[in-house]
């Protein structure tokens, strides 16, 4: 296959040691465009508020499920499964999820971050007199994406404790691989890279694997690897970046009773509705609302836009993922958006913009976009730099 590359642009500089997933031997172009978008700082701070915001109220609804439920979430609404189920109802940690991303499309009308999490949880009590404090950030190395974005955060996560906290707890930091993780009954180990016959038991697991594919996670003697990860972190054995109730907000029908909420006018404050109304697209656990109309359904669980399907007002399916196994949907009313356009290594591409935005022990922090060359954003999505418009 030919590949594309324009000569002479800031792609050349990208640095393939930390980004190697921006190209691969089987894409035509790399995956950043040349071209940036301008954003103002004004516009940035409303995507930061929006995002802090929206985290915020889907955070308080989330722990009202967990807490206020006399010990029974509604799992046939949420499909967690009894076997997550104590899991999350037994997750005291600060917050439901240290780490979250929000993503948004415009319809037509118009470092040390991330280091923040491991901060707070070195301020804990309990690991004021330990003699090191043992931190992991742990993905699939076959996974080159997943590997590369551990391997980033491990790097810059561990500059920022090295600068502001190495006279006050003394702490390592290691990138293993998920296969490289040792679950006992007392806790979570690595292998010790001086002495090989030992283990070195962690005190804070960073792992980029999904939840609901954590928990079925056995060894090869049945040992129930996953299941033991989760409770070793709510009887306080490992701190688990994100903790384990995190599920409950990245679970998509939580979008659907948030929605049924503010439909009924229950739960929210007047600022939450004023918030849900104008930045929650209309989103069901049934279709028939939206009969009649364009709209999307998705996989609660879906990622990279797998799972998705575009359905036309006369019911007929006008672009269609490949479908995911044994996945509750929900339907979300479809929101369109102006075509852009970008210069990439094989010319201009037309698409849309998905705004992005982390939100980090409650704090939203930068912003990022990606193209599609399509309605969907999935794993083809063009990365686009975004500056400061002056």
């Known amino acids: 296959?030919?590949?594309?590359?324009?000569?002479?642009?800031?792609?050349?500089?990208?640095?393939?040691?930390?980004?190697?997933?921006?190209?691969?031997?089987?894409w035509k172009n790399r995956y950043p465009t040349i071209s940036a978008l301008l954003m103002s700082n004004a516009n940035k701070r409303e995507l930061q508020r929006i995002s802090a915001g929206l985290t915020a109220a889907l955070s308080r609804l989330a722990e009202a499920l967990r807490t206020n439920n006399n010990g029974a979430m509604p799992f046939n609404l949420f499909n967690m499964t009894d076997k997550l189920t104590p899991y999350i109802l037994a997750d005291n940690s600060d917050h439901v999820s240290y780490i979250s991303r929000l993503d948004f499309v415009k319809n037509t009308d118009g470092c040390y971050k991330l280091a923040e999490p491991f901060l707070k949880l070195l301020e804990q009590p309990k690991y004021a007199d330990k003699?090191?404090?043992?931190i992991a950030f742990a993905a699939d190395k076959s996974y080159s994406e997943d590997w590369a974005n551990a391997k980033?955060?491990?790097?810059?996560?561990?500059?920022?404790?090295?600068?502001?906290?190495?006279?006050?707890?003394?702490?390592v930091c290691r990138l293993v691989g998920l296969d490289e993780l040792i679950v006992h009954d007392d806790g979570v180990y690595i292998p010790n890279e001086?002495?090989?016959?030992?283990?070195?038991?962690?005190?804070?697991?960073?792992?980029?694997?999904?939840?609901?594919?954590l928990m079925d996670d056995e060894s090869e003697d049945g040992y129930p690897v996953?299941?033991?990860?989760?409770?070793?972190?709510?009887?306080?054995?490992v701190d688990l970046v994100n903790p384990v109730k995190s599920i409950v907000l990245q679970n998509k029908a939580l979008l659907a009773l948030a929605w049924y909420l503010y439909q009924h006018r229950l739960f929210w404050t007047?600022?939450?509705?004023?918030?849900?109304?104008?930045?929650?697209?209309?989103?069901?656990?049934?279709?028939?609302?939206?009969?009649?109309q364009r709209y999307i359904k998705k996989p609660i669980f879906g990622r990279e836009g797998a799972g998705i399907a575009i359905v036309e007002p006369d019911g007929a399916l006008s672009y269609e993922a490949e479908e995911c196994d044994d996945c509750?949907?929900?339907?979300?009313?479809?929101?369109?958006?102006?075509?852009?356009?970008?210069?990439?290594?094989?010319?201009?591409?037309?698409?849309?913009?998905?705004?992005?935005?982390?939100?980090?022990?409650?704090?939203?922090?930068?912003?990022?976009?990606?193209?599609?060359?399509?309605?969907?954003?999935?794993?083809?999505?063009?990365?686009?730099?975004?500056?400061?418009?002056?």
């Open 1 to 26: 296959m030919y590949k594309h590359r324009k000569p002479d642009t800031w792609l050349d500089k990208i640095d393939l040691n930390i980004m190697p997933y921006v190209d691969a031997p089987e």
């Open 328 to 390: 509750d949907l929900i339907y979300q009313q479809f929101v369109p958006s102006a075509d852009v356009q970008q210069e990439t290594d094989n010319g201009e591409a037309t698409g849309k913009y998905t705004y992005s935005c982390f939100v980090i022990n409650g704090k939203a922090s930068e912003t990022f976009v990606r193209l599609q060359p399509g309605e969907i954003t999935g794993v083809e999505a063009y990365f686009v730099p975004v500056l400061d418009e002056i």
């Open 226 to 237: 996953g299941l033991k990860l989760m409770e070793l972190a709510n009887f306080g054995a």
């Open 131 to 134: 003699d090191v404090v043992r």
């Open 152 to 171: 980033f955060l491990f790097e810059r996560v561990q500059k920022v404790l090295r600068e502001r906290i190495l006279s006050k707890q003394p702490f």
């Open 194 to 213: 001086i002495f090989k016959s030992k283990e070195d038991k962690l005190d804070i697991l960073y792992r980029l694997h999904p939840l609901e594919l």
């Open 270 to 292: 007047p600022q939450e509705e004023e918030l849900l109304a104008a930045h929650l697209t209309p989103t069901y656990l049934d279709s028939k609302p939206l009969a009649g």
